[in-house]
């Protein structure tokens, strides 16, 4: 399809404001958050238009890119977005959006702040559209890096005391502080793109080395052995980013460690992005290789929700308790793939959306607590309600969708994923799952009690807190509204990822 | 033959011109040198392949071309660098340097296109002894000394091992052209084995593979950077040729003996290589050990035994050459202004200095492998290389090696962009080593950002040989 790039536009946008605002803005602090505003608003504008616009119809890739990089190698830039991806580049674009009035006022060094968080989105949106295995991991290494620098400067140190019998040794590793954090979480994902980018090669030579094109790949019908070890490979690559257990242990201590807009941007898209490239490459390429380890996929989906949600329930930490929900919350995604059911990948996908949201909102609010009243830990805190009504209410809506209550996103998501267990080869999956809700029930609830809507703290350093204020009250109100908007009317969504995940499945051979 | 030529003739004014230099101060000589090299490089860039001279011991291939390009190239940003400088020793000793740097390029421009084994190895001498005499330069310092004769020593051994091993292959093959050698190797006799596996050895001591690694990290320390620069990209260049010219070209089939050996000594040099740069608190031994590794993912390249595989190394080699000397010159400049080798004296460069802190940090990530710098392509191709071969669990302990690697980078990345400033005035960089250093960058983007030239030179170059 000739005509305007749309999709590069969009991933482009973030990184021109990038450049511009290393070039322009120095010592501007306002031209620095109004150039990142324009850039990731264009993108924004951009996704909404290709969502409305996308043929359901047709289905299939659209908006068609393609730009010969290394013809020898058969490397090419090639973008485009299914219904799946669509939904991606919305959620990125939204919660991007927020963020950068969520961190509004980052003060130290915020000209590199927003150029490296503009970067990171840049490679965040690279990895949803190209259909180039080459360029989409080249993106993803994009994604990955700038995160190191993000949380080594502008993250913030817990106060984390290792304990047990193993506490003398973790305690020389400097657990908790936000070096320890940003090495930790780019070596795991770096970890995890060796094992991604020995797949992608062992399927490029295996198809001939002439081409890295995911749509030729995807008419290939590879040996089954081989699928067997590249979908391994694929899974732990990008299992590690969307934060499967035993691998998930960056995730907490990254994600309580780095600043707002980060940890929003990370546990609300970057872990989608490991979801998304193990649905589009482990099961669009490799279906025999899928139905052998679907089993182990999600099983290992199921001890993520429950162990994330005890994890999450042990913490005093308010952060800490957000970034286990996440783990927890990828189990739900994880299991929605391995149903290879319909209504699982739906409900897997949906929840990709319904999380990003979610846990973008959440890391929003736990940054404006944060900088409000200066503290993280839990029990300390208590009838922030009556300071400040908005935040609270913000954080009991993302709170009910978190549990799954009808009408949020979660529900959705929730139901149409354990339906999907219920519906598959290994029906037990449900249980572990309705455990997991019920748990998540139980920390979220005594969070937000706790916080918010108990009695009153004694510490005087808690008397007088304002509440929400100008920008952040715009990432607060964008991020409710499409969390309650999706609950109401998941249709919107449902519609063109179903586009994208039946012929998944035809593919698979699961449906006749 | 012009280029060899025309670098004779430069080396003769060099020294002329140094021995009737009036004044203490010769280091202007270093200019003379460059603008001679200059015009050579810009002859090696017109050079086309051409006939073979001397009964076909000297050949002018694509691969020459190639690699001789490559040495000129390393060779005029070691000198530009060496033009800051400032110590009085050589400033007076300046004729010296350049006369031995430029008789050890000679070595090695004929080295690229010897293709008979008694030249080879007369041109592996002229190209190590030379390299001897500049570690010792400051004759001074005692670790200067120390550096230097433990350099000559392990090199002559290593010299020593390749001559047995030579002896072997004529003994078996009758001849001292490859071109023979290559032909005796089809009956595969074990003596002959033998001895290509002992030179493999020796070879193994100058590109500094593991285990022949343990005079690389001393004379990286103790020699000045901008030579060290030089020494860790050209010398090893040439070795590679060499190892191309004998293990590779022409033999065909039996060309696959040489797999394990070379993954063998891949894997060891990329994990020990590695590891042992960790706890490195000194720049210039971090960087020495990681070019060790570095040595190890070019011999990934080495072990695909393909057209590709070898031309993804010569790739790699440009790639590391822009990198790897960039990152010693920045260390130059740092050393330069606070005296200090220390990774520690990194500490808030970004606040001091942004752009050279901004550079080292593009270099770091070449060299670490990071997409949009020379090196991810580098590493790639090299993984892509192998990966055709079938040689999977190569990659994969390659690409695991590589998240090690880039612990040890980003501890310096840290220590610049995170940590405050311990002092506040500014890095001054003097001119030709800040132009150094933007050539390097704009190596290491530009061929990040645009690699096909490259990639189709380096596929061109590596053709012939199979």
């Known amino acids: 399809m000739k005509g305007f790039p749309t999709l590069s536009v969009i991933t482009w946008a973030p990184f021109v404001g990038a450049v511009l605002i290393m070039f322009l803005a120095r010592h501007r602090p306002l031209l620095v958050r109004w150039i990142a505003l324009l850039s990731t608003g264009v993108s924004l504008a951009l996704s909404i238009w290709i969502y409305a616009t996308y043929e359901r119809e047709a289905a299939g890739f659209q908006f068609y890119e393609e730009l010969s990089l290394v013809p020898p190698l058969g490397i090419n830039y090639q973008l485009g977005v299914d219904g799946v991806s669509l939904l991606m580049v919305l959620l990125t674009s939204i919660v991007i959006f927020a963020g950068v009035f969520a961190s509004w006022t980052v003060k130290e060094r915020s000209q590199e702040f927003y150029a490296l968080l503009l970067l990171l989105v840049t490679g965040v949106f690279g990895v949803f559209v190209s259909l180039d295995l080459f360029v989409l991991f080249l993106f993803y290494e994009i994604a990955v890096l700038p995160m190191y620098l993000l949380i080594g400067i502008w993250g913030s140190s817990g106060e984390i005391r290792p304990q047990g019998i193993f506490g003398w040794a973790l305690r020389r590793t400097g657990v908790g502080t936000k070096e320890y954090a940003a090495m930790k979480l780019t070596l795991y994902l770096l970890f995890g793109s060796a094992f991604i980018l020995v797949g992608i090669l062992a399927l490029y030579v295996a198809a001939g080395s002439s081409s890295f094109s995911f749509l030729e790949m995807e008419a290939i019908q590879f040996d089954p052995a081989l699928q067997s070890w590249v979908f391994l490979a694929f899974y732990v690559g990008f299992g590690i980013l969307a934060g499967i257990w035993p691998l998930h242990t960056w995730s907490p201590d990254g994600h309580a460690s780095a600043p707002t807009a980060v940890s929003m941007l990370h546990a609300g898209v970057l872990m989608k992005l490991g979801a998304y490239g193990f649905l589009r490459l482990g099961l669009g390429l490799l279906p025999d290789g899928a139905t052998q380890w679907v089993w182990l996929v999600g099983t290992i989906g199921c001890v993520n929700i429950v162990y994330g949600a005890l994890s999450a329930m042990a913490q005093t930490d308010l952060k800490y308790v957000i970034a286990y929900s996440s783990v927890s919350h990828m189990g739900v995604v994880m299991l929605g793939l391995a149903t290879l059911t319909e209504n699982g990948l739906n409900g897997s996908v949906f929840q990709m959306f319904a999380h990003g949201i979610m846990t973008g909102l959440f890391f929003a609010l736990v940054g404006l607590v944060y900088e409000k009243a200066h503290s993280r830990a839990i029990f300390s805190m208590g009838g922030f309600g009556q300071m400040m009504p908005g935040i609270a209410t913000a954080f009991t809506v993302a709170g009910l969708s978190s549990l799954g209550l009808p009408a949020t996103a979660g529900f959705v998501a929730e139901f149409l994923t354990f339906l999907g267990a219920w519906q598959s080869a290994y029906s037990w999956w449900l249980f572990p799952g309705v455990l997991g809700a019920f748990l998540t029930s139980v920390y979220v609830l005594r969070v937000a009690k706790q916080i918010f809507w108990g009695p009153k703290s004694a510490d005087p350093h808690f008397q007088h807190l304002p509440d929400a204020q100008g920008p952040e009250w715009v990432a607060l109100i964008i991020l409710v509204g499409v969390l309650v908007l999706f609950g109401v009317a998941p249709g919107i969504a449902i519609g063109p990822v179903d586009t994208a995940t039946v012929p998944l499945l035809l593919r698979l051979g699961v449906l006749p | ?466």
């Open chain 2, 1 to 466: 033959m012009a280029l060899e030529v025309g670098l004779a003739v430069l080396i003769l004014l060099v020294f002329v011109g140094g021995l009737s230099w009036r004044g203490q101060d010769k280091r202007r000589l270093g200019v003379l040198v460059a603008i001679g090299l200059v015009i050579l490089l810009w002859m090696a860039f017109r050079a086309e392949p051409g006939a073979a001279l001397f009964g076909g011991s000297f050949v002018q291939d694509e691969l020459a071309i190639f690699s001789k390009r490559l040495f000129l190239l390393a060779t005029i940003l070691g000198v530009l660098a060496s033009l800051s400088l400032r110590a009085p020793t050589f400033a007076r000793r300046a004729t010296e340097y350049y006369v031995a740097m430029l008789a050890s390029l000679l070595g090695m421009l004929v080295l690229a296109s010897a293709r008979e084994l008694i030249l080879l190895f007369v041109a592996f001498e002229l190209m190590s002894i030379p390299l001897y005499v500049i570690s010792g330069f400051c004759k001074r310092e005692e670790e200067a000394v120390e550096a230097a004769l433990k350099f000559f020593l392990i090199g002559t051994v290593s010299s020593a091992f390749i001559v047995y091993g030579l002896s072997f292959v004529y003994g078996i093959s009758n001849t001292t052209d490859l071109a023979g050698v290559a032909v005796a190797l089809q009956d595969g006799h074990p003596l002959l084995i033998l001895g290509m596996v002992l030179t493999l050895g020796g070879l193994g001591f100058k590109i500094a593979a593991f285990p022949f690694h343990m005079w690389v990290p001393d004379t990286y320390e103790a020699a000045s950077t901008p030579f060290v620069a030089w020494l860790s990209v050209a010398p090893k260049a040439a070795g590679f040729v060499v190892m191309f010219r004998l293990y590779l070209e022409g033999v065909g089939g039996p060309v696959v003996l040489w797999v394990p050996v070379a993954a063998g000594l891949a894997t060891i040099t990329i994990i020990a290589g590695n590891l042992m740069a960790i706890p490195q608190q000194n720049v210039k031994r971090l960087l020495a050990y990681s070019g060790i590794a570095h040595i190890g993912y070019m011999l990934i390249g080495f072990a695909a035994v393909s057209a590709s595989g070898v031309a993804m190394m010569l790739f790699y080699l440009v790639a590391y050459l822009f990198g790897n000397m960039g990152a010693f010159f920045v260390v130059e400049a740092v050393a330069q202004s606070d005296g200090s080798e220390a990774i520690s004296a990194y500490k808030g460069l970004a606040q001091r200095s942004p752009v050279l802190a901004l550079c080292m940090l593009l270099f770091l990530l070449s060299l670490g492998g990071i997409p949009f710098v020379a090196g991810f392509w580098a590493k790639l191709l090299v993984f892509k290389a192998a990966a055709e071969q079938g040689l999977y669990w190569l990659v994969l302990v390659g690409a695991i090696l590589t998240v090690v690697a880039l612990f040890y980078y980003l501890l310096v990345a840290k220590r610049m962009y995170i940590d405050a400033p311990e002092r506040t005035h500014p890095v001054p960089v003097s001119p030709f080593l800040a132009f150094s250093i933007f050539v390097c960058v704009a190596g290491v983007v530009g061929v990040g950002v645009y690699p096909k030239p490259l990639v189709m030179a380096a596929l061109r170059a590596a053709s012939g040989l199979f």
